[in-house]
C-alpha cells in the first residue's frame, strides 16, 4: 500500500492535525527532522500541487512515534533502530501493538468491514519472512485492516 494512503488513514483515524502528525513521527527520534509543512505535503493527495511523496523512513517513524504515543516509552529501553523497508505486515504489525490490540480485536476489526480471516492466516501475517508459513499482506487485507479500524476507533 502506498506510505501516504496509510499515513492519511490513521490521521483520520485518530482526528490529528498536520502540526500532531509532525510532533508524534518525532516522538521515535527527535532528532528526525520532520515539520507541520512536510506532513501536509505528504497528506495531500497524488497530484495535487505540493504533493510529496512518504519515504519509508518518514512512515516508520510515524508508526513508531504513533507506539510511544499510544503506550508511552519504557524507561531504560535503549531507542529502537527504525525500519529501512516498510511491508504492508510491518504496518499491520506496529498498529497492533499501537492499539494494543489481541488476536480477538483482530480478527473482529476484519469482520466488520466483511473481510473474515482465519487464525491461521493471522498467525502467518506475524511470523518472520524467511518463515515456511510466512504471508504477505497484501494491499487489499491492510485497506480493510485500516477501515475497520478507523470504525472501531471512530466508532461507526
Known sequence: MINNDVLRSVRY???LSDRKVAEITRMADAAFPMEAQHAQAMLRKEGEPG???CPDSVLAHFLDGLIVHSRGR???DPQRAIEKRITNNLVLKKLRVAFELK???MHGIFEEVDFPVTKPEMSALFRQPGHKN????GDQMLRNFLKGL???VRGG
Open 13 to 15: 483515524m485518530l482526528d
Open 134 to 137: 510466512y504471508r504477505a499482506c
Open 103 to 105: 488476536d480477538e480485536d
Open 74 to 76: 519504557r524507561e531504560g
Open 150 to 152: 478507523t470504525r472501531r
Open 51 to 53: 504533493y510529496l511523496e
